[in-house]
Structure formats: structure tokens, C-alpha cells
């Protein structure tokens, strides 16, 4: 007896439980993958597994649906794979310890992923059953959704005969998600020259910042460690000549950095004035700030008493960098216009990097996570980087570019679940579009006139220890997936 044996629906969270009980973190998923191929051929489903591990499982249409459109049902099988540090599991070979809490399921001391493991349980529940009435189904599990979406950038959808699809990978009912942005990693790299200044060195420190989602909080206007050091940094090096030693800020591109740090090499009788600098620029900051990121801290140290000579790049380069850090665009750029509320343009400083080294010559590394709904403002954006790194001396490399999914004005699958949705719940779905990257922008730009929304159930807290899945959601969510299945298009 599993622990979510008395939940309804039975099957549903009985394929749950068989997933929470593989391993099946990002980059982890040889397992689960092999069990929805030893799935599909027990049940005698045409099934392709392919190197990446992706899966694509096919059922035919029950008799009288044979000339319904077929209906792709997606999501991913893997996981944000995060355990509590006391908690002495290791998550790339033990299973989860599912529990129940009213009306929620969680992980005791982990990550439950029911991001995305429901869609897989609900995609098996469905293949498995035999009352239910739906058109064909092409299921597609895609892996590596949550480090780059390496699956939907790789996987071959030429055996789909379906033109709609139904994506299972969104947090909330009642929602209807039918647009996301594109994206890319810009890592712009800035040439430095070196050279050995004799005095002292002076640390600039940032903390104390609430940072964030670099797509869902970037309207937000809270402060961005690495924006906010190439502020101070300006602000020294316009009236001061120092040399930088390191550069070192945030953790990831797309989280917005909550603490970042400099060290510049001055000469000693500068330091006075270099510590005024910041402590006056620091104090406009604070006050910017006051209502929007309150708990901001900013600190100067001169370290170590003695003088010395050390590496560091030359007061005219460290200069340039501050000026690219402080012309550097950041946060949001453009509100959409066809949506209201909605960013359409942004991008975030997640990670800045240096550090002065007597053999090499050496480069700053400022990357950003860049996202646009509009493919082109994107690419403007780009190139807007690569200028600024360009007047640098310096040059972009671009990562992980993924395409938006665009707002289709003419939506037959979006009328069909509206329509069932306002029967079901007595009112309308909301219909929104959101600022951070799904995998219907890659899967759309394979399949022709995709026609694709994305709906999940109650989801809390996902990629946390704290993660819930509702249970009374995922139950009302699964009806409206199986209605919305045996329901047949006006002919
Ligand atoms: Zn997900």
C-alpha cells in the first residue's frame, strides 16, 4: 500500500508515488526515462526513447474519436532535485518521502517536483486507462527542462501528427497560459590590462538585497548588486585613479544578485577620499532604495594597514569597466503592449567576475539573462550588449538562446478548454502570459501552427524543500483534462 493509496484519482497519484520514488533530479533521469519506455511497451504503445532520453508515447484515438485532432499532452520528467542541509538524503539515488498535510502532498526535508512529475503521472493515468474517451494522443516527456531545456531543444516531433498540445508544466489553476518570453545567456567579456599599483586596497561590499526571479520579479524594482557596484565603481574611478583587483557578484544569471564585492588597489593618501565616495553614493542608494529593497547594506574597508604593491588593472581600463557596468541597461526595458501588465523586454546582471592575475593579462565576465516575448527586441537587446562591450574593447558570447512563444489571436484549443472551463468552475479562465521561459517556445518552433496552452494544478514554493501540490487541485484538473478529451469538436 502506497502512502497516497486512499487519494482520488486513484491512478493519478498511484503513478505519482512510482515517480517520487525514482530518482529523477536534472541530468538524473536514465531511470525515470526507462520506466515510461518499459511503461509504453507493457501496455504495446508506440514509444520512442531518444538519446537524450526524451520520450514520445502514442495512444489511438478510442472508437469514434478516430477523426477527432489529435491532442499532445507535454511536460518534463525531471525535477529541481534540493534537500534540507540536515537531511542526510542523496537525491541522485534515494527516492522521496511523500506525506499528505490536508489537502497537500510534500517531501519530508526535500523537493516534492511535482513540477513536473504531475504531468507525467497524469500523461500515464491517462495512457493506462480504458473508459476514458479521447482522440489520439501523442505524449511528450521532455528531460532537462529545468537546466536549459536541453530535451525540447533536442527532441525530433516528426512522428506528431498533432497540431495542438495541451502543456502540463504551470503552477496554478484557473489560469491558462498562452504566452511566455524567449531568452538567452549574453556573457560580455571585457579585456583588461594589467599593471602593479603600490598602496592600499579598498573593498566595496554589497549585501543584504532581497533579489529574486530574474523573469517573474524583475518588475519588481528591487536593487541588483552588480548594477548597483558598477555605480560606486563609477563613482570612484570618474574622480579617482585605482586599479581593480576583483570583481565578484551574484550566483546565477537568472536570479537577480543580492550581493556583489570589489576590491580596488589605491594609493594610500587616496583612501580617505575613496571612502567618502562610496559612503555619500552609498547613502543616495540607500534612499533610492528605502522602500523597495530596505535591508541594503553597503560597506567600504581599506585592508591591510601596511602598504604594498599588487596586481590590479590599470586605472584607464578599471575606468572602462565602470563605465560599461553603469551604461549597461538593466531590468525592464519594455511593458508589452498588447497585454497588460506584462514585461516584454528585460534583462538582469546576474554574474560579475574578475580577479587581476600577475601572469595573465585577464578579462571581466559580466553575464546576463536576457528575455523578450518579441523574438526581435531580443536580439536588439543583444546587440545593444555587444556595442557597449564592443566600445570596451571587449566582445559578447551567447548561450542557451530559446525562442518566445508568441500570443496567438486565433486559438480553437484555447476557445475549447474556455468553454469547458466557464461550465465546469461557472467563470472564465484567466488568460495570461508570462515573463520567463517554457518549453511551448521551442516545441512551437518545430511543429507548424501549434496551437498550445499551458495549465497545471496548485502548485507552492516549487524548486524548494517547502514544495506543495494540492491535492484537491490536481483532482479537478485531471476532470477537466479527461472532459475536455472525450469532448469532440463541432463538426
Ligand atoms: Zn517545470
Redesign the pocket.
Known amino acids: 500500500m502506497g502512502v497516497l493509496s486512499g487519494l482520488e484519482p486513484q491512478n493519478v497519484f498511484y503513478y505519482f508515488e512510482e515517480i517520487t520514488k525514482i530518482p529523477h533530479g536534472s541530468g538524473n533521469v536514465a531511470q525515470l526515462s526507462d520506466y515510461l519506455a518499459r511503461f509504453a511497451k507493457e501496455r504495446g504503445l508506440w514509444c520512442r526513447q531518444d538519446a537524450c532520453q526524451n520520450i514520445i508515447m502514442v495512444k489511438e484515438a478510442t472508437p469514434g474519436y478516430e477523426s477527432e485532432p489529435p491532442v499532445i499532452l507535454q511536460?518534463?520528467m525531471d525535477m529541481v532535485a534540493v534537500h534540507r542541509p540536515d537531511d542526510p538524503i542523496d537525491m541522485a539515488t534515494e527516492g522521496l518521502k511523500v506525506g499528505i498535510d490536508g489537502d497537500d502532498l510534500y517531501a519530508e526535508g526535500t523537493s516534492l517536483g511535482g513540477?513536473?512529475g504531475i504531468a507525467v503521472a497524469y500523461a500515464l493515468a491517462l495512457l493506462d486507462a480504458d473508459e476514458i474517451c479521447h482522440p489520439r494522443l501523442e505524449v511528450v516527456i521532455t528531460v532537462d527542462?529545468?537546466v536549459g531545456m536541453d530535451g525540447a531543444r533536442q527532441i525530433d516531433l516528426s512522428p506528431l501528427r498533432g497540431r495542438r498540445m495541451i502543456n502540463l508544466?504551470s503552477?496554478e489553476e484557473g489560469i491558462f497560459l498562452t504566452s511566455c518570453a524567449g531568452g538567452a545567456r549574453v556573457n560580455c567579456l571585457l579585456p583588461c590590462g594589467q599593471t602593479r599599483i603600490w598602496g592600499r586596497s579598498a573593498e566595496i561590499s554589497i549585501a543584504g538585497l532581497r533579489g529574486g526571479h530574474s523573469g517573474e520579479e524583475i518588475d519588481k524594482g528591487r536593487g541588483n548588486a552588480n548594477s548597483l557596484l558598477g555605480r560606486l565603481l563609477w563613482a570612484v574611478t570618474s574622480r579617482l585613479n585605482v586599479g581593480l583587483v576583483s570583481l565578484d557578484g551574484g550566483l546565477a544569471d537568472n536570479a537577480i544578485p543580492r550581493e556583489a564585492r570589489a576590491v580596488l588597489q589605491v594609493a594610500s593618501e587616496n583612501l580617505p577620499a575613496l571612502e567618502e565616495i562610496v559612503e555619500k553614493t552609498a547613502a543616495e542608494i540607500s534612499g533610492e532604495l528605502s522602500a523597495r529593497d530596505p535591508q541594503v547594506r553597503i560597506a567600504v574597508a581599506g585592508q591591510p594597514e601596511e602598504e604594498a604593491g599588487v596586481f590590479c588593472a590599470t586605472p584607464e581600463d578599471t575606468r572602462r569597466i565602470a563605465a560599461f557596468l553603469i551604461s549597461a541597461p538593466n531590468g525592464v526595458q519594455a511593458m508589452s503592449a498588447d497585454i497588460d501588465g506584462l514585461v516584454e523586454t528585460s534583462l538582469n546582471l546576474g554574474i560579475l567576475h574578475y580577479a587581476a592575475d600577475a601572469e595573465n593579462s585577464g578579462e571581466v565576465s559580466a553575464v546576463f539573462s536576457v528575455r523578450s516575448s518579441v523574438d526581435s527586441a531580443k536580439r536588439a537587446l543583444i546587440a545593444r550588449l555587444q556595442a557597449l562591450a564592443a566600445l570596451t574593447g571587449g566582445g559578447i558570447q551567447v548561450r542557451g538562446d530559446y525562442p518566445g512563444w508568441q500570443y496567438r489571436a486565433v486559438s480553437p484549443l484555447r476557445d475549447k478548454m474556455t468553454a469547458l472551463y466557464e461550465r465546469m468552475y461557472g467563470q472564465k479562465p484567466l488568460i495570461r502570459a508570462i515573463h520567463a521561459g517554457l518549453e511551448c517556445g521551442l516545441l512551437a518552433a518545430k511543429i507548424p501552427d501549434l496551437d498550445c496552452v499551458s495549465i497545471g494544478p496548485d502548485m507552492k514554493d516549487?524548486h524548494t524543500t517547502e514544495e506543495r501540490l494540492s491535492i484537491s487541485s490536481t483532482a479537478r484538473v485531471w476532470s477537466f483534462l479527461v472532459q475536455l478529451l472525450a469532448q469532440k469538436d463541432p463538426a
Open positions: 511536460g518534463h513540477d513536473d527542462e529545468e508544466d503552477e516549487i
